[in-house]
């Protein structure tokens, strides 16, 4: 039947998406763990990885488009394919700040980090942590877990304004250390973004299982209403 | 934390154009057997809408309810109503080929008379009593120009319909049953035995002729419904093999977020 072999290929395409997000998952937690430890090969390796991201999200794209053209999907088979598209470009563009973590690793050459890393990685972990169960979320349609996961980005949020104020303590003290200071505080935005596109994730499964477009206001520009 | 919604689905009752046909609690017999079970449906004017469902759930059978064309098969009877601008076309003392006129038809497979192009067209005209030669002349390059086959055809009138391409045929009785001047066109699967391209033609017809007319069209083809149509009722057939309207909704809605399973099973391939 038909029906049979459509259901496979949309089955495939999302078990790609998930390797597509354990790959992310990856790169985010190395780029970090690289960067701790100022391991300028590994950030190399995560360089050549995020290419590896950026192949099999365009696979990935292939796939759908491929689909669409011969499947012609509908209502729920539309929604999932179209919602694809989308996490899967979200799924790209955190591995772009794994990506950018790397290369401030990599700028930053012998210089040592300006304090021991402690709130970055924990970024780092809570993000893949948020990332993983919105794509579970996504597999399983569960519209309960895509609709509070994107609440815990204020948990990234506050640890973002936590790095913030230290290293300002640390510029007042001694504005010699701004570039070393300014390089972590990307680090610190980089992985707070990722936390808001695992946001627009949830919101692509809330539309698949509801038909419904929503805006979730996860308060990303908390840190902009502080000032 | 805010949900906020960004979409909101228009509710058919809010800034839709006005009700052309009101089909109210429409049952129909074919002798003791109930082939169309309590329908509603409003057919909106000037609007397209599809008519989709599986096989034998009686999608044409309703399309037919609508010019009263189910009269000329034995032993049938209708119950509830069909409104056409407001009056029942099932009550006593209304002028069948009268309702007819009004509600023009296409068949699934071209039906051309056994005359010239310029016959067929003016068959409807002469019987309703259009005798004036120029008057008959006027109505032929009207009728093929909005059927967008003049320009095939107007050096050939005297040929026989039944030599042009199947495409052509169809674009024929398409400006045979609009020579009348209907209020609506049904349509049913007017493009399933055509090719591709000449399938895009009736098609873009249709989008045309929307613009004059209230069309109604039985097709088979969900990207067909997909493509053509503002509004989508879906039928099915019940325990009782009877049919059914599953669920009437914007096209839009009925194939990207339809509300009853049925439905989604029926768009999505899962059955049907």
């Known amino acids: 039947m038909l029906r049979k072999n459509f259901d496979n290929e949309i089955q495939q395409v999302k078990d790609s998406v998930l390797l597509l997000g354990s790959m992310v998952e990856q790169a985010i937690l190395g780029s970090v763990e690289t960067l701790k430890k100022r391991d300028i090969a590994g950030a190399r390796r995560i360089l050549e990885e995020d290419q590896d991201i950026n192949r099999k999200r365009f696979e990935i794209e292939n796939q759908v488009m491929i689909l669409i053209a011969t499947q012609q999907p509908m209502a729920h088979d539309l929604r999932l394919l179209a919602s694809i598209m989308e996490i899967i470009s979200e799924l790209e563009r955190m591995g772009d700040y794994a990506k950018g973590i790397a290369n401030i690793n990599i700028r930053m050459g012998d210089q040592p980090l300006l304090k021991p890393l402690i709130d970055v990685p924990r970024m780092a972990q809570k993000d893949v942590d948020m990332l993983h169960r919105s794509l579970t979320a996504f597999i399983n349609e569960d519209l309960e877990a895509a609709k509070t996961i994107p609440m815990e980005d204020d948990e990234v949020d506050a640890l973002y304004n936590q790095i913030y104020r230290e290293l300002m303590t640390f510029i007042i003290a001694d504005p010699k250390v701004i570039e070393r200071a300014n390089w972590l505080l990307w680090v610190a935005h980089n992985l707070e973004r990722v936390a808001d596109r695992v946001?627009?994730?949830?919101?692509?499964?809330?539309?698949?299982?509801t038909g419904e477009l929503v805006e979730i206001d996860n308060s990303d520009d908390e840190f902009w209403k502080q000032k | 934390m805010d949900m906020k919604l960004q979409t909101n689905h228009a509710h058919l009752t809010n800034g839709d154009a006005p009700v052309k046909v009101d089909v109210k609690n429409l049952s129909m017999y074919y002798g003791k057997f109930r082939a169309l079970s309590n329908i509603d449906l409003v057919i909106r004017e000037k609007q397209i809408t599809a008519i989709i469902g599986p096989s034998g759930c009686g999608k044409s059978t309703l399309l037919r309810t609508f010019n009263r064309m189910n009269d000329l098969t034995p032993n049938t009877h209708t119950e509830g109503q069909v409104r056409l601008d407001g009056q029942d076309i099932y009550a006593p003392g209304v002028d069948v080929v009268e309702v007819r006129r009004r509600v023009g038809m296409v068949f699934q497979r071209p039906n051309p008379f056994p005359k010239s192009i310029y016959d067929n067209v003016v068959y409807g005209p002469?019987?309703?009593?259009?005798?004036?030669?120029?008057?008959?002349?006027?109505?032929?390059?009207?009728?093929?120009?909005?059927?967008?086959?003049?320009?095939?055809?107007?050096?050939k009138l005297g040929q026989s319909g039944l030599a042009l391409s199947g495409g052509q045929q169809q674009r024929l009785c398409l400006a045979?049953?609009?020579?009348?001047?209907?209020?609506?066109?049904?349509?049913?699967?007017?493009?399933?035995?055509?090719?591709?391209?000449?399938?895009?033609?009736?098609?873009?017809?249709?989008?045309?002729?929307?613009?004059?007319?209230?069309?109604?069209?039985?097709?088979?083809?969900?990207?067909?419904?997909?493509?053509?149509?503002?509004?989508?009722?879906?039928?099915?057939?019940?325990?009782?093999?009877?049919?059914?309207?599953?669920?009437?909704?914007?096209?839009?809605?009925?194939?990207?977020?339809?509300?009853?399973?049925?439905?989604?099973?029926?768009?999505?391939?899962r059955f049907g």
């Open chain 1, 199 to 209: 946001t627009n994730i949830c919101e692509r499964t809330i539309f698949i299982a």
């Open chain 2, 126 to 155: 002469r019987l309703y009593g259009v005798r004036n030669k120029s008057d008959l002349d006027e109505i032929v390059e009207n009728s093929l120009r909005q059927a967008a086959l003049w320009d095939e055809v107007k050096d």
């Open chain 2, 176 to 269: 045979r049953a609009l020579a009348v001047e209907p209020d609506v066109i049904l349509m049913d699967e007017p493009a399933s035995a055509l090719d591709p391209i000449s399938t895009l033609r009736i098609e873009e017809l249709m989008h045309d002729l929307v613009k004059d007319y209230t069309i109604i069209i039985v097709t088979h083809n969900m990207q067909q419904a997909a493509r053509v149509s503002d509004y989508t009722a879906m039928m099915m057939i019940d325990d009782q093999r009877s049919g059914q309207m599953i669920e009437y909704d914007k096209t839009e809605i009925i194939f990207t977020n339809p509300k009853d399973k049925r439905t989604e099973d029926y768009v999505t391939g």
